[in-house]
């Protein structure tokens, strides 16, 4: 079987055939993909000059509407939680949360995600390549497959077209640990070919056929990477051109489950695989834009013309240069300018608008979403109603990509993580993490303190204990951050669950301020609110229906420790209450160093 002789077959099928979604609406991906390219940059797939030699306007209505979804739809890094699940320990959760932050940024999956949702509303989809445990972005123009496909799964081949300089091909070989002997032809070949610019190797998932001596047919499940950098050659000798089959590199059985591509999508459509994205939905606007466009600026050259008319045949045919400035004009009939106003100006207006209006609807891109001044006289609560019925819109697409985040997140990330976390490591908390940890950790501290006294034959009140914690507690932050160290397999039997908190992410700027404001009238007017339990939680409740974390807005209690000491409030100015004696503390010393 000549595998590269079906692979040129199925790129050629894939890049000039259609598919007929339903009758009379065909499809073609690659050609889907190649009009992407030209819009969104900005180009005509015609050129850049008209019939009559004019250069041609490219009016961009498709870029803002795609920043405005990535924009919408976004979600970082700082927004993937680990959630303790029935039967797990919450701290070893907490624990491998924050070094799950720490690997993700030395690892730069926000990169990942920012450019995942950059390039979605481009191009509708997106495919991921896991290579060595971590995902690589996939390029489209390269990617063939089944167009009708809805998903991986379902194409009856996968093709990833690879380009290389000899340099490249020869460290992409190594790393694959190929045939030194296969390696050298390859690019011998290469040197002996003309006007191919670098060597093509093709990557194909699918079936193929196998025939043993018997006659005995099989089709199994390959991965085939295979070199194309020969001509087809004709045999002297049976007059017949034999087709050049390529020089394969490495083959293996593969799963059909396990194929390391991912796939997102924008917006789905049964009977194609490619997704739609912002500048496909465009496409009829963006046409139309330009030709009004274009229209107008041919327009523009004749309502820049001066032209004078006169019956006088004997008057200058040109009076800028067959007049000087003053001389007398005599003649039978007098000069009149010609009006070149153009009178099409509002339906020029007017179509645009139209369009515009159009663009608008179709990718949900209103001034309230795109951050744009709204038009003069709009309500208030007119726009907040308009906010959020967009970004409803916005949020289901937000969280059909977050589940398919998450599933990549179990199956590629999290066991690269726990593969690259199993030996002995350290852990840097600062901050919200160091505040945290101590409050996870203060009480059985203080417990053992307490317990070393008690052994000494004193006793500590209950003031004397809460100066002990604090006196912990400014130990472990005098360096403003703390080293845990982290055991060999600490993660080994962690229970946890993935969650992609996407809430608040679209919360409207003016909307948190309004909730500030609330707040700080409410505080002004009633100066007990944040000491009464009940008017506590209704704060609370009002700052977070707000989009605001009330832990960020109002922070953590903190006591003074010479209040705690005094066993009484600290007093500015006045009183004769004289100051307590310090109770016995352990001195910071070694045992607090182990902390």
Request: with cysteine; charged share 30%; net charge negative.
């Amino acid at each position: 079987m000549n595998i590269l002789k079906i692979i040129n077959k199925e790129v050629e099928d894939f890049r000039t055939k259609n598919i007929n979604i339903v009758s009379g609406l065909l499809f073609n991906q690659y050609q889907t993909i190649q009009s992407i390219y030209y819009y969104y940059n900005s180009k005509f797939k015609s050129g850049e000059y008209d019939a009559e030699g004019d250069k041609k306007y490219f009016y961009n209505i498709v870029r803002n509407p795609c920043k405005v979804y990535s924009k919408a739809i976004d979600f970082d890094t700082k927004n993937i939680r680990l959630l303790t699940v029935e039967g797990g320990e919450p701290t070893k959760t907490w624990f491998m949360e924050r070094d799950l932050k720490y690997w993700m940024r030395d690892k730069q999956f926000g990169k990942i995600l920012n450019r995942l949702f950059d390039e979605l509303p481009i191009f509708g989809s997106v495919v991921l390549k896991i290579v060595d445990g971590y995902p690589q972005f996939v390029d489209l123009r390269n990617f063939v497959l089944e167009q009708s496909a809805d998903t991986f799964d379902q194409s009856a081949y996968i093709i990833e077209i690879h380009n290389y300089t000899p340099s490249g091909f020869r460290k992409i070989a190594k790393e694959m640990k190929w045939e030194q002997a296969k390696v050298d032809e390859v690019i011998e070949l290469f040197h002996q070919m003309k006007d191919t610019p670098h060597i093509r190797l093709y990557e194909r998932y699918g079936e193929v056929v196998e025939e043993n001596e018997k006659g005995e047919k099989r089709y199994p499940y390959k991965r085939v990477f295979i070199a194309d950098v020969g001509v087809d050659e004709y045999n002297q000798f049976t007059k017949t051109t034999e087709p050049y089959k390529g020089i394969i590199m490495a083959e293996d059985e593969w799963d059909i489950d396990a194929l390391p591509y991912w796939e997102y999508h924008l917006e789905k459509m049964p009977g194609r695989w490619l997704g739609i994205g912002v500048v496909e939905v465009l496409s009829e606007a963006q046409i139309r834009e330009n030709e009004v466009a274009n229209l107008s600026a041919k327009g523009s050259f004749w309502k820049g013309l001066m032209l004078f008319f006169s019956r006088d045949p004997r008057m200058a045919s040109n009076l800028m240069t067959d007049k000087r400035n003053g001389e007398v004009i005599t003649g039978d009939d007098p000069i009149t300018q010609i009006d070149m106003s153009d009178r099409n100006l509002a339906f020029f207006s007017e179509e645009t608008n139209k369009w515009l209006k159009n663009r608008d609807e179709l990718t949900f891109a209103y001034e309230v979403v795109a951050g744009e001044r709204l038009p003069a006289g709009t309500p208030l609560g007119s726009a907040k109603i308009a906010m959020t019925q967009t970004l409803l819109y916005f949020e289901t697409i937000q969280e059909n990509i977050a589940l398919d985040v998450k599933e990549m997140l179990y199956k590629v990330i999290m066991p690269q993580f726990d593969k690259e976390m199993r030996p002995e490591h350290i852990i840097r908390l600062i901050g919200k993490d160091l505040d945290t940890y101590i409050s996870m950790i203060k009480d059985e501290k203080v417990f053992e303190e307490v317990v070393k006294l008690v052994l000494r034959g004193k006793m500590p009140t209950n003031y004397e204990a809460e100066a002990i914690g604090l006196a912990i507690e400014e130990n472990m932050k005098k360096e403003g951050e703390f080293l845990k160290e982290m055991p060999k397999d600490f993660y080994k039997d962690t229970k946890y669950d993935i969650d992609i908190d996407i809430t608040g992410e679209s919360v409207d700027t003016r909307i948190r301020y309004s909730t500030r404001f609330a707040l700080l009238q409410a505080i002004t007017a009633d100066p007990t609110i944040l000491q009464d339990p009940i008017k506590k939680r209704i704060l609370y409740g009002m700052a977070e229906d707000g989009g605001i974390n009330p832990a960020d807005l109002f922070g953590a209690e903190k006591k003074d420790i010479n209040q705690i000491t005094q066993g009484q409030p600290i007093t500015r100015a006045g009183g004769g209450v004289s100051r307590m004696t310090m109770p016995t503390m352990p001195v910071a010393g070694e045992e607090m160093r182990t902390l």
